[in-house]
């Protein structure tokens, strides 16, 4: 049996589109104060340290090495990990495994990008295969296009309903002071904004932002004496998936990487009534069509229920099963930062931390999860108990 | 198939990986490359909580790891702590070889600084030897203003 | 934090330019072997689920079955169906040319004849109104002479009427 | 350690100076096979993650492990990938184990260094700030280091030599290794400068190649084979960036590093105890600073250590018997080779450059600008 692991530290830097009087290593040493202060620590109090985003955003191979300063990690254990979009949701569960494992007891992580710095679509670009499909691809739009169109054919799901799903976070981030974008959309404002690929226009995508998000993990015995509100990881799962390339569309459209995750988790943590037993999800929504169809992938509710949901208005911060009271990835998105706010942002839910943004159910559990590569899961159950 | 293969010429796919960047050097290191830029002169950090000073010049004390704001005039002169001769072609490389690179310790500094060395005969190259440096004509405010450090005439 | 508005900010522009000679491996190497010496689009089939993949790989990318052997091989296209496309008006850094991207950028995924299995490539209708999904289209290959064994030997896919 | 952990059974490709005809997912794909076949495991039934190791710069592809649960079997699986030395994906394998969360883990770690050019790669693993635009790439770093060893301690040229005479001996007797060669310290003195005091014989040379192991826990372990090697202690460190902001005749990572190892494993003293060493050893000096580090002798005496001829694969405590990474090894498989040979000698499976009753042996990766970063691992021979 694993060694219990609780998130008593958590950091976050303000996000926007250009921040031009910090340089990276300063991004992340303002995460990672925040988030030692949050923990009331000092670096000293800190056995490892880890540092993720994905390498050619910055093109600085073995960032890891290089911002040591910053990070904290001279002279401390540590190592890079990078999965591409799930790299922030990964660290958390990098940070989980160095202490599960019983090797530590305490971890800092961080994830971070700086997007002003770096051409994001031609570094996403070259995740393709060099030799087969990379000439072909722009970016990461076409197969969430794609699955969109998919959607709406199969369920009756309409534009107007991704609208709603991204009016509704543009709401939440105006109420969260760390978000990027933070302007109040209507539904029709949203339906108005260009068509990018149909059906996503330019409010249906997400941005690119920067900043950096830092979390201190304990072992239960020092969780306890530092801090009051531990909140603890209950459960995580990763699921891949074959590179899908051109084949992505040809076969099945939903998610498997989701369904399988979300079965896994709910199986194990006997939930039968995901959105009673969880009370807010912290969902990588990257495209607006995200929390309607993903809400039926993870199995949230049923197939073709997604956006009846959002259209009852139920993911509202007020609502029966609020998702992404933080305003998510479709207002802030610092693709090595992304995975690990939806983490964070969950845990200050639980916390009752979240300020404005706060749920107004009470949250005792809550779920959050991560996107990236050849559609890849991860998702994390977080709680306010260790039961 | 393995076998089969062998036999046949390898197929490749010949491209590159080409990106720009624009980095920010954030508020203190623009200060830092201004100063050398416009007056020629090196600036280091000092920690405000242990005194450490630090060149090249970093908003965080790799001692204690508390946060710096304010730089600290240096003489832009020090002593030679390693060195090299590079005699190789790179890609990347900034000068034509051979050349000599060293880390140079600047006078009232803890930390030292990774430059060229010119104007040196190489075999007369020691650690411990006095430097100095020696500014280009034309700056842009980058690490490249500082043309090398140069033996300190006696 | 925010420093007073005439202070001057310094940016350092440098550009990463890393060479590559990628390796094609062995059946996407012959898949381009092919492609180069007769002109004909190979797919594979894994034995045990029955799914095809173009270019053939080694292995089932789900079940792990050995799908390289040459006999399992089967010719597909040159003519297909357009399954998904888009179009991007928008140009970008083409980052293993470092060239810029020309636009109109059409790009169709294509069910090719012969096996169920998709292909993604350049489409040569550029204009939105004249691609549908389901649309038939053709490779249209680089005569042998200039063939040189990569994805560039398919030219494009142009539109037909059956 | 809290737990054991077992490592079932490890492979290696044979390494080269280029493997023209393989993708780089068909590297992972040839030691997967044969790591699933010596372990005697169904890929698909039986593993139940996959930790990789690769770096997007290296492969010139963002996410370089996207090929890799193609050819692992992973689809619906759990797959992570380190971007950094393979002894640290190894080290992350024994954590899914320890931790309970996964009884049976596939690692694997690839590169083609024959495919780039590495030195840029290094030069933008440099601080971009103020270094990086200097050209600065680990070669030229490296001279720096070695140079300021041989002032401070007085270690010579000659003594890196004999390092690199003694790998590629060693090498002759392995037949995965890239380059083998009879040399004498002379050889390697007059060969091509690069940078003062290395020349092209103390540098490794370009390579191609991957490593896969599977790690279980020692219950499964125990079932699968007679010969488990047992992950007994390990440690990793990051050492300051700034070349300028150390002390490069001295390794205090990897000091930490090995110090935390040797403690969870229980070594008081690693000479007597530890019977071989496979270490990185990117350039001939470095494995001279390492048995430093390691605590293989005190500070500064790495160089009569090599003198002693006590580090011979006859020696007391045989370093690199397998020729190391002055064999030629590519990065990233680096670390997970030094276990992987490690493996093999406490599995009595070393064939010529086996070192007689191996029970306790030291694997070592490092990476980044002077081995800025360490990762010892400590593995002990189970069964009989």
């Known amino acids: ?387 | 198939m393995a076998n089969e293969a062998v036999k046949k010429e390898p197929i490749f796919t010949e491209g590159y990986v080409i990106m720009p960047y624009k980095y920010s050097v954030g508020t203190l290191a623009s200060k830092f490359f201004i100063q050398i830029r416009d007056s020629k002169k090196i600036n280091g950090v000092k920690c405000p909580k242990c005194n450490m000073v630090i060149v090249p010049p970093r908003s965080v004390c790799i001692k204690c790891f508390s946060k710096i704001e304010d730089l600290v005039e240096l003489s832009g002169k020090g002593t030679l702590v390693t060195y090299t001769v590079v005699h190789y072609d790179s890609a990347v490389q900034a000068m034509k070889p051979p050349y000599a690179v060293g880390v140079i310790k600047l006078d009232g500094a803890d930390t030292a600084i990774t430059h060229f060395i010119g104007e040196v005969d190489f075999k007369e190259l020691k650690a411990g030897m006095k430097l100095e440096a020696v500014f280009n004509e034309t700056r842009n405010a980058n690490i490249l203003d500082i043309k090398y450090f140069k033996p300190v005439k006696k | 934090m925010k420093p007073k508005a005439q202070e001057e900010l310094i940016y350092l522009d440098m550009t990463l330019k890393m060479p590559f000679k990628w390796r094609t491996g062995e059946p996407m190497g012959e898949f381009f072997r092919e492609l180069k010496a007769n002109g004909k689009i190979y797919a594979n089939q894994c034995p045990k689920c029955g799914r095809n993949f173009c270019p053939p790989v080694n292995v089932c990318t789900r079940d792990h079955s050995r799908c390289s052997a040459k006999d399992k091989w089967v010719a597909v296209g040159p003519k297909g169906t357009v399954l998904t496309f888009f179009i991007s008006e928008q140009s970008f850094l083409i980052p293993t040319t470092g060239e810029m991207l020309k636009v109109p950028f059409s790009v169709g995924i294509m069910l090719l004849d012969g096996a169920p299995v998709a292909l993604q490539h350049n489409l040569e209708e550029t204009d939105p109104e004249k691609i549908k999904p389901g649309m038939r289209v053709e490779a249209v290959l680089k005569p042998k002479g200039e063939r040189k064994g990569n994805i560039f030997d398919i030219i494009h896919f142009k539109t037909i009427k059956e | 350690m809290p737990d054991r952990v077992g490592i079932v059974a490890a492979a290696m490709t044979k390494f080269e100076a280029a493997k023209p005809w393989q993708h780089l997912a068909e590297l992972v794909l040839e030691v997967t096979d044969k790591v699933v076949e010596a372990a005697g495991i169904s890929l698909q039934n039986d593993v139940e993650s996959v930790v990789s190791c690769s770096q997007d710069h290296w492969d010139g592809r963002t996410i370089s492990s996207m090929p890799i649960p193609d050819v692992t079997c992973a689809h619906l699986k759990d797959e992570s990938k380190v971007a950094g030395d393979g002894a640290y994906a190894v080290l992350y394998g024994a954590m899914h184990v320890l931790s309970g969360d996964h009884k049976l883990v596939l690692v694997v770690s690839h590169c083609a260094e024959s495919h780039t050019d590495g030195t840029i790669i290094e030069n933008w693993s440099i601080d971009h700030v103020f270094t990086r635009m200097l050209g600065l790439d680990y070669t030229m770093a490296a001279a720096m280091q070695a140079r300021r060893y041989m002032d401070k301690y007085g270690v010579t040229p000659e003594q890196f030599a004999k390092v690199v005479v003694k790998n590629k001996g060693n090498a002759k007797k392995n037949p995965y290794a890239q380059e083998s060669a009879t040399l004498s310290v002379n050889d390697v003195l007059k060969s091509k400068m690069l940078a003062d005091p290395i020349t092209v014989m103390d540098k490794k040379p370009v390579s191609d190649g991957a490593c896969a192991m599977i790690l279980a826990t020692e219950e499964i372990a125990k079932k699968l084979t007679d010969k488990p090697v047992w992950i007994k202690g390990a440690g990793n460190c990051y050492d300051p960036h700034f070349l300028g902001d150390r002390e490069l005749a001295d390794c205090d990572a990897l000091e930490s590093a090995s110090k935390k190892a040797y403690k969870m494993a229980g070594i008081k003293n690693p000479v007597k105890e530890i019977d071989l060493v496979e270490l990185s050893e990117y350039y001939s000096y470095q494995e001279l600073l390492w048995t430093e580090g390691l605590g293989l002798c005190k500070r500064g005496e790495g160089g009569k250590l090599i003198d002693s001829g006590k580090t011979q694969l006859k020696g007391e405590i045989p370093i690199n018997p397998s020729g190391g990474l002055l064999s030629g090894i590519p990065v990233t498989v680096a670390g997970m080779s030094r276990v992987a040979e490690a493996v093999w000698q406490l599995q009595g499976r070393a064939g010529e450059r086996q070192v007689p009753g191996a029970k306790l042996a030291v694997a070592h990766g490092c990476g980044g600008i002077c081995g800025q970063m360490h990762c010892v691992l400590v593995l002990e021979k189970g069964g009989k």
């Open chain 1, 1 to 387: 049996m694993h060694n219990r692991v609780a998130i008593v530290g958590i950091g976050q830097t303000t996000h926007s589109g250009r921040r031009p009087y910090v340089n990276d290593g300063e991004l992340i040493y303002d995460a990672v104060t925040r988030a030692l202060a949050d923990a009331n620590l000092s670096l000293k109090d800190i056995e490892s340290v880890m540092l993720g985003n994905m390498d050619l955003f910055e093109g600085h191979h073995l960032n890891d090495a290089m911002l040591s300063l910053y990070s904290g990690a001279m002279g401390k254990p540590g190592f890079k990990m990078n999965t591409g979009g799930t790299v922030g949701t990964m660290l958390a569960i990098q940070g989980w495994y160095h202490i599960a494992s019983g090797m530590f007891d305490t971890c800092l992580v961080i994830g971070w990008e700086k997007h002003d710095e770096g051409p994001v679509t031609p570094a996403i670009t070259t995740i393709t295969d060099p030799s087969v499909d990379r000439p072909f691809m722009v970016g990461a739009i076409g197969g969430l296009a794609t699955v969109s169109i998919d959607y709406m054919n199969r369920t009756g799901c309409k534009l107007e309903h991704a609208a709603m799903a991204r009016a509704n976070a543009s709401l939440n981030a105006a109420r969260n002071p760390n978000a990027h974008l933070r302007d109040k959309y209507s539904m029709q404002d949203v339906l108005n904004a260009r068509m990018v690929l149909y059906p996503l226009n330019l409010l249906m995508c997400c941005p690119t932002s920067l900043g950096a998000c830092a979390m201190v993990f304990a072992s239960e015995s020092k969780a306890r004496k530092i801090t009051k509100k531990p909140v603890w990881i209950k459960d995580h799962v990763t699921v891949h998936v074959e590179y899908g390339g051109a084949q992505f569309g040809v076969g099945e459209k939903r998610w498997t990487s989701h369904m399988q995750a979300g079965s896994t988790i709910f199986k194990r943590n006997h939930i039968t009534n995901p959105r009673k037993e969880t009370q807010v999800f912290e969902m990588y929504d990257p495209f607006a069509f995200a929390i309607p169809s993903w809400m039926e992938d993870f199995g949230i509710c049923d197939t073709g229920e997604g956006w009846k949901l959002v259209e009852k208005g139920a993911i509202a911060l007020e609502g029966e099963y609020p998702i992404n009271p933080s305003g998510g990835v479709m207002c802030t998105n610092a693709i090595g930062d992304s995975g690990m706010l939806r983490v964070a942002e969950a845990a200050l839910q639980i916390r009752g931390d979240a300020g404005e943004h706060q749920v107004t159910r009470e949250v005792k559990q809550a779920l959050a999860s991560g996107f990236g590569g050849s559609y890849w899961t991860d998702l994390l159950l977080l709680s306010k108990t260790t039961d």
